[in-house]
């Protein structure tokens, strides 16, 4: 690597260092323990995605984050998604439903796996599924005559 591109590297890892260190008080994990270049390009989506403003609320996105975090077993996560959530007031009653609704994915999923549930079939039945909520039970109800 160039003399210039090292240094230039350095100025711009010693400035994300320090937006991070103004933004959480600390370089976060993983952000401390990956090379400066890494932290550099890593930290516009990390703070984004954990302080910024996005389409979807913070207090959503981090029981979004939640349920992820359950069902890819990561403890880490787990931890920082549920704290986050509380602090952009997401309420127990809210965190236990997201609980729930966590369980659901990897729980059906296993289900239909287990059954080895034909795709298509299972999206047809979506379809069906949709209409009929949107209202079109009757239709259904006539065309299955």
Known sequence: MAEGTTSETNRRYRETVEEAEETFGILPAP???IGEEDVVREWPTFETYT??????PPKY???IGLAVAANIKCPYC???HREAAKLHGATAAELE?????ASFTAR???MLHAMSY?????????ERIGEHLQGGA????????
Do not use: K, P
Request: no cysteine; hydrophobic share 35%.
């Open 51 to 56: 302080v910024g403003e996005t389409e979807i």
């Open 78 to 80: 787990a931890a920082f």
């Open 118 to 126: 034909d795709q298509e079939r299972f999206e047809h039945e979506l």
């Open 61 to 63: 996105r981090e029981l």
């Open 31 to 33: 952000l401390n323990s």
């Open 138 to 145: 009757e239709t259904d109800a006539a065309g299955d005559d």
């Open 108 to 110: 059906y999923s296993a």
């Open 97 to 101: 439903e997201t609980y729930v609704l």
